[in-house]
């Protein structure tokens, strides 16, 4: 028996975030009937994903923005140093 693939809703609000020559990507993502998901994605694969689920798209956003201007576009980068931490 095949099982079906789950339905995933991207929100408009994930986007290309560029700094300083760099770029991440912002991923925000739900699957129906769940909390929303964030995810910064690097130029080099790098994938932070954080740990609690967002009540709304528009929180994950904030969040994400928050965390950049915080720790550093070069944060989310294994070219960065260290890996990522979990947020």
């Not at 009937?33 to 130029?43: D, F, P, Q, R, Y």
């Not at 790098?46 to 929180?59: I, Y």
């Amino acid at each position: 028996m095949r099982m079906e693939e789950p339905e995933i809703i991207v929100s408009r609000y994930s986007r290309t975030y560029e700094e300083d020559g760099l770029s991440l990507e912002i991923c925000i993502y739900r699957l129906v009937g769940a909390e929303w998901t964030l995810e910064i994605v690097s130029e080099d694969g790098c994938s932070t994903v954080w740990d609690d689920p967002f009540g709304s798209d528009e929180e994950a956003l904030f969040i994400a923005l928050k965390a950049i201007e915080e720790d550093g576009v070069e944060s989310f980068s294994n070219e960065g140093g260290d890996v990522p931490t979990v947020h």
